[in-house]
């Protein structure tokens, strides 16, 4: 099986179940990225839960990792940006009740099946996804979820460096919906799936 790194702090909301082990996901302790060796992941998702500074501080690891062609998908609510040409995050002025989660089409793999309602809602609840929007995104990138006000939350950018970068505007969309029992469940899943398709076509145009 082809394994996805998930970097964060080591507590309890970033923590993996075996469920998590089983599609192949493999917890890296954020303090243990200058030791880990990255090439053993398809893709690595970065979640809420990071240490920005330590971040900034070992950028160079993850930008070499993308050159080499890996897949990162950020969903950090980054106040400072340690991934190529990505944008920090703001919070978006309006009401969570009245926010409204959209996604582009064609709908981004990672989506595909699910009822935009029960992402915008969890048992009747608003404002799981993110409360968060980017002002700017790379020119050359493709915005696969926005808000009423059209403004990008999640994008994808083939464009910046040799790899993917998948970038959102904060909430750990994995943790989030796994145990959902709407077709939101299928998000974790699909998250590492389209990962790994995104690592698949990378790497066959990079031969």
Do not use: C
């Amino acid at each position: 099986m082809e394994l996805v790194g998930y970097i964060g702090l080591d507590i309890q909301f970033a923590r993996l179940k075996q469920s998590d082990r089983d599609r192949g996901l493999v917890f890296i302790d954020m303090y243990d990225l200058p030791h880990t060796d990255l090439s053993a992941f398809v893709g690595l998702i970065i979640t809420n839960y990071v240490d920005e500074d330590f971040m900034i501080s070992h950028r160079s690891r993850l930008e070499n990792y993308l050159e080499a062609g890996g897949v990162v998908f950020s969903l950090a609510e980054m106040s400072k940006s340690y991934l190529p040409n990505a944008p920090i995050w703001h919070r978006s002025p309006t009401a969570i009740k009245d926010r409204e989660i959209i996604l582009t089409e064609p709908v981004y793999p990672m989506f595909e099946g699910i009822d935009p309602y029960d992402l915008n809602y969890r048992q009747g609840v608003k404002g799981f996804f993110t409360r968060g929007y980017f002002k700017d995104v790379p020119q050359e990138a493709t915005v696969i979820v926005k808000d009423e006000l059209d403004a990008p939350i999640i994008y994808v950018d083939r464009q910046s460096t040799n790899g993917v970068l998948i970038v959102g505007a904060g909430t750990d969309l994995y943790q989030v919906y796994r145990d959902e029992t709407s077709s939101a469940n299928r998000l974790a899943t699909q998250i590492v799936e389209t990962i790994r398709g995104e690592a698949k076509k990378r790497k066959e145009q990079l031969l």
